[in-house]
C-alpha cells in the first residue's frame, strides 16, 4: 500500500522559513501542492523521479525549494521568506512514472496524496 506522510508544518512569523517532509513507500515523481480556505488546491513546486529536475509556481519561484533523498524516500520542501498568503494545507502527492526526466504541475496527473500539513503565516 502506497503511503505518503507529510510533516514539519506549523506556525511562523513572516520572514520565516519551515521545512516539510513527506516520507513516501516508494520512489515516485513528487509534487507539493496546497489549499487555502475557500480557494482551490495549487501546484506549488514539482520535482522528477531521477535527476532533480524541478519546477516551481510563480508565487514561490525564489523563495521554495524542492528537493528529494532517494536513500529515504522522502521529498523537502524547504520554505524561506514565508509570507501571510502562503498560509495553506500542503499535500504532497506521487506519481508512479518509469521515465526518470519527467516532473508533473496538474494535480489531476497524480496517483497518491498525503493526508496534509497546515503552515500559517502570521503577519
Known amino acids: 500500500q502506497v503511503q505518503l506522510v507529510e510533516s514539519g508544518g506549523g506556525l511562523v512569523q513572516a520572514g520565516g522559513s519551515l521545512r516539510l517532509s513527506c516520507a513516501a513507500s516508494?520512489?515516485?515523481?513528487m509534487g507539493w501542492f496546497r489549499q487555502a480556505p475557500g480557494k482551490e488546491r495549487e501546484f506549488v513546486a514539482t520535482?522528477?523521479?531521477?535527476?532533480?529536475?524541478?519546477n516551481y509556481a510563480d508565487s514561490v519561484k525564489g523563495r521554495f525549494t524542492i528537493s528529494r533523498d532517494h536513500a529515504k524516500n522522502t521529498v523537502y520542501l524547504q520554505m524561506n521568506s514565508l509570507k501571510p498568503e502562503d498560509t495553506a494545507v500542503y499535500y504532497c502527492?506521487?506519481?508512479?512514472?518509469?521515465?526518470?526526466?519527467?516532473?508533473?504541475?496538474?494535480?489531476?496527473?497524480?496517483?497518491?496524496w498525503g493526508q496534509g500539513t497546515q503552515v500559517t503565516v502570521s503577519s
Open positions: 516508494g520512489s515516485y515523481a
Open positions: 520535482i522528477s523521479r531521477s535527476y532533480g529536475r524541478t
Open positions: 502527492a506521487g506519481k508512479v512514472v518509469l521515465n526518470l526526466f519527467d516532473y508533473y504541475t496538474e494535480d489531476r496527473e497524480y496517483d497518491y
